[in-house]
């Protein structure tokens, strides 16, 4: 089976910097994704990973590491709008590529 | 255009109605998905078809069923429904299905309340 592991909460102040931290199980792994999601909006994407190393997009980074099945997030100079639901997913290919979720990581950025 | 747009945004029903979810991209993407999402919770996983077959069931029961017409358009047709399938049922398309694809588009979701 498969399964995901990310903090359920995570706090923070504007500016600052936050790393949201995912293990994960799998058979079949083929690349870690992120995905942000605001209170009643639909989950976007952030960010993927299918090679170790980071991967840089504005204020978000990425990290992969394969062989200690571990990923993170990065968040700098962190935003009032930050604040939103973060979840990490694998792609299975040994499951037809399905996407799985992680739990989910709540942050919050206060003033 | 870079949207997948469902409808209705909310649906209420009673447990003998049948409705339809809809959902639609004009993206050209070959795969959609149905998830099922409750409160604080991640998306689930229901369906994916992939070029317009039906390629992932995750043994949904089946007062849930599937339908795409065409690469464009997805349906979710529901019966007999209970108070526990109450929930955000989120319509997701990529490019194509399988382990290489890239990100998933998701829509809004449409908000279903069984009574």
């Known amino acids: 089976g498969q399964s995901l592991e990310q903090p359920s909460e995570v706090t923070a102040v504007e500016g600052a910097i936050v790393q949201i931290n995912c293990t994960y199980q799998t058979s079949g792994f083929y690349g870690l994704s992120w995905y942000q999601q605001h209170d009643g909006g639909a989950p976007t994407f952030l960010s993927y990973?299918?090679?170790?190393g980071l991967e840089e997009t504005g204020r978000f980074s990425s990290f992969l590491s394969r062989s200690d099945s571990y990923g993170y997030l990065l968040l700098q100079e962190l935003q009032m709008k930050d604040s939103a639901s973060y979840f990490c997913?694998?792609?299975?290919?040994?499951?037809?590529?399905?996407?799985?979720f992680g739990q989910g990581t709540e942050l919050s950025v206060k003033p | 255009d870079t949207e997948v747009t469902q409808t209705p945004k909310h649906l209420v029903m009673g447990m003998t109605n049948k409705k339809s979810l809809k959902c639609e991209q004009h993206?050209?993407?070959?795969?959609m998905y149905w998830y099922k999402q409750k409160a604080k919770k991640p998306p689930e996983l229901m369906f994916v078809?992939?070029?317009?077959?039906?390629?992932i069931n995750e043994s949904v029961p089946s007062r849930f069923s599937p339908e795409c017409p065409n690469s464009s358009l997805l349906n979710l047709h529901l019966h007999a429904l209970q108070p526990e399938d109450s929930a955000l049922y989120l319509c997701?398309?990529?490019?194509?299905?399988?382990?290489?694809?890239?990100?998933?588009?998701f829509g809004e979701g449409s908000r279903l309340t069984v009574l």
């Open positions: 993206m050209g993407h070959r795969a």
């Open positions: 078809y992939s070029y317009e077959k039906l390629s």
């Open positions: 997913a694998v792609r299975d290919y040994n499951q037809g590529g399905k996407l799985i």
């Open positions: 997701a398309s990529s490019e194509t299905g399988g382990a290489n694809t890239g990100e998933l588009f």
């Open positions: 990973n299918a090679l170790d």
